[in-house]
């Protein structure tokens, strides 16, 4: 088994307590289709106008059909959501489920779509396998791209939950061109400091936003926490940072606190 003992003692979740119950011990065997076929739910792949992914359910089974033309981590992400619906019960006739509802980072908000979000984080990167496969690694987007190809998740979503896990101060923190568009802190972060609502020009974040000619993921680069942070210490915080243009005018960071 790749889940060591400290993992062993903490409280698994559902869904960690599902997969625990198939015996999964590596990521490459988190089959969701199966899963959901066991749970009586049936997935489907068709074409979706105005939604991710929608499951109706008659009490007994149900029926989860996911947009077709998706990318794969995408649609993997939005079956284990409705997976999540199914299992918590979230009605009798069923969810439609838009782009927005499905999403990595909304998963500590009150509401069904929220949780469903939450249970499809530890069914897509279960913590009992998660932990010990970073353990040591770099708090880098390089890191998250290679464990989440492990996972079959996103780039976006296995950053989130590092951030989360690591014991380094970190935040992840999402720009379009108009708006921050939502950031996450890791439990170590300090109370007081929020990621910059819009990227400073000397950061190649500002310019992957900006460039049509930028692409993919920028080098792990040291810079001055106020190019990246506002609030109480920021100016004397040093950062290490990496960036990447997940779509045209949408990059995501991840800024790990140095000092």
């Given amino acids: 088994m790749m889940a060591n003992r400290e993992s062993n003692r903490r409280p698994l979740s559902?869904?960690?307590?599902?997969?625990?119950?198939?015996?999964?011990?590596?990521?490459?065997?988190?089959?969701?289709?199966?899963?959901?076929?066991?749970?009586?739910?049936?997935?489907?792949?068709?074409?979706?106008?105005?939604?991710?992914a929608r499951i109706v359910g008659n009490g007994s089974s149900a029926i989860i059909?996911?947009?077709?033309?998706?990318?794969?981590?995408?649609?993997?992400?939005?079956?284990?959501?409705?997976?999540?619906?199914?299992?918590e019960?979230?009605?009798?006739?069923?969810?439609?489920?838009?782009?927005e509802d499905i999403s990595p980072q909304n998963d500590r908000d009150k509401g069904a779509e929220a949780q469903a979000n939450a249970f499809a984080s530890q069914l897509l990167l279960p913590s009992y396998l998660f932990d010990p496969m970073v353990a040591g690694l770099p708090l880098t987007l390089d890191t998250a791209d290679k464990i989440g190809k492990e996972f079959q998740a996103s780039l976006t979503a296995?950053?989130?939950?590092?951030?989360?896990?690591?014991?380094?101060?970190?935040?992840?923190?999402?720009?379009?061109?108009?708006?921050?568009?939502?950031?996450?802190?890791?439990?170590?972060?300090?109370?007081?400091?929020?990621?910059v609502t819009e990227p400073d020009p000397e950061t190649d974040a500002f310019e992957l936003l900006y460039s049509s000619a930028a692409k993919g993921k920028t080098t792990i680069r040291q810079e001055p926490g106020s190019r990246w942070l506002s609030g109480r210490g920021a100016r004397e915080a040093t950062v290490r940072t990496q960036s990447v243009k997940v779509v045209e005018g949408v990059v995501v960071s991840l800024i790990a606190l140095e000092r």
């Fill in 14 to 52: 559902k869904a960690e307590s599902i997969l625990r119950s198939y015996g999964v011990d590596h990521p490459k065997q988190i089959d969701l289709e199966a899963i959901a076929h066991d749970l009586d739910a049936t997935v489907r792949y068709r074409k979706l106008d105005g939604s991710e």
């Fill in 65 to 87: 059909t996911v947009k077709e033309n998706g990318q794969r981590s995408r649609q993997r992400f939005s079956i284990a959501h409705e997976i999540g619906h199914w299992i």
């Fill in 89 to 99: 019960r979230h009605g009798r006739g069923g969810f439609i489920c838009a782009k």
């Fill in 158 to 195: 296995t950053a989130i939950k590092l951030v989360r896990c690591s014991e380094r101060p970190a935040v992840v923190v999402c720009h379009s061109q108009s708006k921050r568009e939502w950031f996450i802190t890791g439990a170590r972060f300090p109370e007081g400091i929020w990621a």
